[in-house]
């Protein structure tokens, strides 16, 4: 991470990062008197695998909100793809490119596995409702197409079994997968994970984390995530950004940040020794 | 034994999503639609026509209608009863504006115009949800009552404000009018019911459909990941007002004749419409059909059993009837909240492993 320029970096492990895709420049948002986050600003580089940590009610989840469309900050701007983002509706922003997954798992529990996913498709999607009705010409085909785009993404996240199950029936787990199959499928230019190992025990852990690196290794999908697991953070990240009661205190690879102090004393406790 | 998805492979996408996986229940399909077109009309009498056929055909429409915003989008209504008036005030106007125009695109264009107005009273859907949402739309149901009572236009400023369809023809044969043979009403009934359940299961099993479920089932996530809530809300609106829209029309036109507004399309209407909903099973085009029978067939049922089968006083036996189909409504809701749709998944799955219990 020494080598920083404009047109991007080259990771530890050999990767190669790209250019800026989205910036967020001096964010400050506000529920009434509580500031949830306070002039913040940091960059997302093309194919890398960022993370966003703190302490609880740091406002690691409001700043993925911001950048989802879902809250307008009162202050600041967001940059995407070299081109400041006007206030935008969650449902554009998506359109846009930009999918997530959920801290709470968000899917569409009264639906199968399989359409779920095919809904994530939603973008590539947009035939007319007549031609949906008799199910002929451009209807048919795109549903034919978008199901081999999705039938290869289940493949990926091995959930091929479940694929006619109704997503209630699962367990949570593979609920958290299906999420994160819904967020692919939509092939997205960021894809957000708001906590993907929340409440799982190790071995699922291990499961979601060769999936997230498959995922940015294999599709070259530039992921934002939050997560409370320092050990994956530290392990899969290759840039971080810390905050703390709404403020950024500290940005830079995960050995950086670790030796922090601002850092160590905020969140991380006694410096070890 | 012969109720089995095994060796019935899929080698396409295609085949994969159809309406009818399972062979034996396409087979089943086909036979239902060939007895339904090439059989039934030929062995039906006035009664079975009127008691049973036409009001299960019409309602079974109007029920895949509401299924549609209720049941696959999650928007209460309890206003088809009023848009089922403007179904038939539509095409009556269309009717008699235009006469020599077919009353096959009447009807169709009556549904257009209902989709229009559902469209209309759907907008506050947008701000508001569940219950309140419910109220909003028994205003509708009100307003166009009221609507259809009070402006004379609407009836052609008949003396006694009904308004009564006048005989047309469908190839030479009357579909309408005091003159239709019993067939040729159920034919032209039966046209538009296979139509419209062909057209919303296409929908369902969609995009369309995927995006009114992702509404149902969390509509902030469905916003997040794409779906724009105003145009998913608005065009299920929009299609089931538009196949409500159809069954009023056929309502008032091939069953009724003719028809006083505050009577046919009151507020009771909504209230069956939307048991036939529930009852038939929320989210599914085969529950529409399973309501619509329950709540038509078995008023018919037990009359013929109270009065023919055991004498009793025609009275006594319509007002047992209320309380017995009330009764069985409760029982049946408790026993299975989800309608008539999942016993019949439930059968099936267990139909599928039969004889083996695994």
Known sequence: ?273 | MFYREAGDFKTSYTDDSQTFPIKFDRYRYYVVLVVAFAVVPFVINDYWVNAVFLPFLIYAIAAIGLNILVGYCGQVSLGTGGFMAVGAYAVYKLMTSFPEVSIFFHIILAGGITAGVCVLFGLPSLRIKGFYLAVATLAAQFFLVWLFNRVPWFYNYSASGQISAPERTVFGVPVTGAETAPWAAYLFCLVFVVASAIIARNLTRGMAGRKWMAIRDMDIAAEIIGVNPLKAKLSAFAVSGFFVGLSGALFFAVYLGAVEVGEAFGINKSFLVLFMVIIGGLGSIFGSFAGAAFLVLLPVLLKNTLVGGLGWPTDLAAHLEFMIVGGLIIVFLIAEPHGLAQLWRVAKEKLRLWPFPH
């Open chain 1, 1 to 273: 991470m020494n080598d920083m320029t404009p047109d991007g970096y080259t990771t530890e492990d050999g990767r190669k990062i790209g250019a800026v895709v989205m910036e967020m420049r001096n964010i400050t948002l506000r529920f009434g008197g509580v500031v949830a986050i306070q002039d913040i600003s940091f960059d997302i580089r093309e194919g890398e695998i960022r993370a966003i940590i703190g302490p609880n009610g740091a406002g690691k989840s409001s700043m993925l909100n911001v950048i989802s469309g879902f809250y307008h900050p009162q202050e600041g701007e967001v940059w995407y793809k070299g081109a400041k983002r006007p206030t935008m509706k969650p449902y554009e922003v998506a359109q846009q490119g930009i999918a997530r997954t959920f801290q709470n798992i968000a899917l569409f529990e009264g639906m199968t596995v399989l359409d779920n996913v095919m809904t994530g498709r939603i973008r590539q999607m947009n035939a007319g409702l007549l031609s949906q009705a008799i199910w002929k010409g451009k209807a048919e085909r795109e549903e034919v197409e978008n199901r081999e785009v999705v039938e290869k993404i289940i493949d990926f996240l091995e959930i091929q079994h479940i694929r006619k199950t109704p997503v209630g029936r699962l367990p949570y787990g593979l609920k958290k997968r299906v999420e994160l199959a819904r967020a692919l499928a939509a092939e997205p230019s960021i894809l957000l994970l708001d906590e993907p190992m929340a409440g799982m025990n190790v071995e699922e852990k291990e499961d979601m984390s060769r999936f997230i690196l498959d995922v940015n290794d294999e599709f070259g999908t530039t992921i934002a995530l939050i997560e409370h697991d320092m050990g994956v953070v530290m392990d899969l990240s290759d840039r971080v950004v810390v905050m703390d009661y709404g403020k950024k205190i500290g940005d830079g690879s995960p050995d950086e940040v670790r030796q922090n102090q601002a850092v160590i004393d905020a969140y991380l406790g006694v410096a070890h020794d």
